[in-house]
């Protein structure tokens, strides 16, 4: 079965520049979520689409933003990195009416 | 508001042996909560899920979890341990419901360790 995809799977950037990091959800999925695991600690909801639009919004900075594309695929873009942004980025995909989120296998960012 | 407690971050067991990773959450309605796996430098993969129907669910590799209202529990259980299942274990409450606000909340997670 066909599953999240994620890229890049890994990046690595200097302090203050700029990522994109690209979700693929599940086939039919409307449903996107995008997460962020530091080291050593369990993920954190950032910002989640449903149909396109921004449906929720958790601890996302400022100096990034998202959105989601008319074939649902999703973008996080990341601005002016600071070192505390290194991180395993997740994104999730889910079909609406179902209450499972679906994980891709993550971008690793590295800042240095 | 809604929260998870994992009260235990390390767990080791001896391969062959019970697993039981222990999971409190707090909610101010009902909730879904759900089981994930993480092996080392890979995504999470969804062991089992609770969503309001039979409260003992049974999972992927031989887990199970058994819903407890009157504790707030969702406690996981394999009766015997495989040294595949060492990895990274994390309970997580959704609100209810097919919502486009699942936005979910995780607990700290548990590492388990499995000896030969």
């Known amino acids: 079965a066909a599953g999240v995809i994620q890229s890049p799977r890994h990046l690595i950037k200097e302090k203050r520049e700029t990522a994109t990091l690209k979700c693929y959800p599940i086939?039919?999925?409307?449903?996107v979520y995008w997460y962020q695991q530091g080291p050593g600690q369990d993920p954190q909801f950032l910002i989640s689409f449903y149909e396109k639009m921004q449906s929720d919004k958790g601890s996302i900075p400022d100096r990034f933003s998202a959105q989601q594309f008319s074939d649902y695929h999703s973008e996080l873009n990341m601005s002016s990195l600071e070192l505390g942004d290194s991180a395993l980025y997740f994104c999730a995909s889910q079909l609406a009416e179902q209450e499972t989120q679906y994980f891709g296998p993550g971008t690793r960012l590295l800042v240095l | 508001a809604q929260s998870v407690t994992q009260l235990d971050s390390h767990v080791s067991v001896s391969e062959g042996t019970p697993v039981l990773l222990r999971c409190n959450y707090s909610?101010?309605?009902?909730?879904?909560l759900f089981w994930y796996v993480q092996h080392p430098n890979k995504g999470l993969q969804l062991l089992l899920k609770y969503t309001s129907a039979a409260t003992l669910v049974k999972g992927i590799n031989g887990f199970e979890a058994e819903f407890k209202k009157s504790e707030t529990s969702f406690h996981l259980t394999k009766p015997s341990a495989h040294m595949s299942d060492a990895a990274e274990y994390f309970c997580v409450v959704s609100p209810p419901g097919g919502t486009s606000y699942g936005k979910l909340t995780f607990g700290q997670g548990t590492i388990l360790t499995v000896h030969p």
């Open positions: 086939p039919r999925h409307d449903t």
């Open positions: 909610s101010s309605y009902s909730p879904s």
